[in-house]
């Protein structure tokens, strides 16, 4: 079965506010994990990373925050933009050659 | 750069046809995997590639197979179709592991 999830199968959002889309994971060797983007009709683009070592990473208008004691992930978005409305799946490596296991994704839904 | 390319976007095929879809990257990475996502589901692994020359399976790996003879492309062959293999394939690359995948546009295959 998998062991990635997520928690929320769609979150609405109004333009503006901040969005916090969350991912469990169960498998505590778990040393990379990613988020993707995926608009309809399109292949996932990657938005940010984290490493184990790590518990929080920024990128342009995203924050991944790593909580390895309860394996829990989040993307955090800020001022969301309509142009953010997508499925956004998380995914995490357990090792070996680069096999990333992906959750079933959270579709996020930015009002103008 | 192209990045990953995927040919063809769409195609039916009647059950028990034979298909090869293509893929190839031009960013000289040695990884390079086969995804498949059904209708509100997250990304199978089906089978991936280190090198040219090497594959293994993934998750899902019946009724599929692969080759790798050169670095750039890494075609999947449907033997006997299935209408369970009714999905969306995607082809990946990455340059090293454990690090970011970059998506092709995907091929919309249906089995009828």
């Known amino acids: 079965g998998e062991s990635v999830g997520l928690h929320l199968p769609t979150l609405s959002v109004q333009e503006g506010d901040n969005s916090i889309i969350n991912c469990a994971y169960s498998n505590s060797a778990s040393d990379y994990f990613i988020w993707y983007k995926q608009e309809s009709g399109k292949g996932p683009q990657f938005i940010i990373d984290?490493?184990?070592?790590?518990d929080k990473r920024q990128g342009q208008r995203v924050t991944v925050l790593l909580n390895k004691t309860v394996k829990h992930l989040s993307l955090q978005i800020a001022a969301t933009q309509p142009g953010d409305s997508a499925v956004y799946f998380c995914?995490?490596?357990?090792?070996?050659?680069?096999?990333?296991?992906f959750g079933k994704g959270t579709m996020l839904l930015v009002s103008p | 750069n192209a990045g990953v390319t995927q040919t063809p976007k769409f195609r039916i095929l009647k059950i028990g046809q034979s298909m090869t879809l293509q893929c190839a990257q031009d960013m000289n990475h040695n990884y390079m995997y086969w995804y498949r996502q059904d209708p509100g589901m997250g990304l199978k692994l089906i089978y991936y590639s280190v090198g040219a020359g090497i594959t293994d399976k993934g998750e899902v790996p019946n009724g599929y197979n692969v080759s790798r003879s050169t670095t750039e492309d890494f075609p999947l062959r449907l033997e006997l179709a299935a209408p369970s293999q009714t999905s969306v394939y995607f082809c990946?690359?990455?340059?090293?592991?454990?690090?970011?995948?970059?998506f092709g546009p995907g091929t919309r295959l249906t089995v009828t």
């Open positions: 984290i490493r184990s070592n790590m």
């Open positions: 990946a690359s990455s340059s090293a592991t454990p690090y970011e995948q970059y």
């Open positions: 995914a995490e490596n357990t090792g070996g050659y680069s096999t990333l296991t």
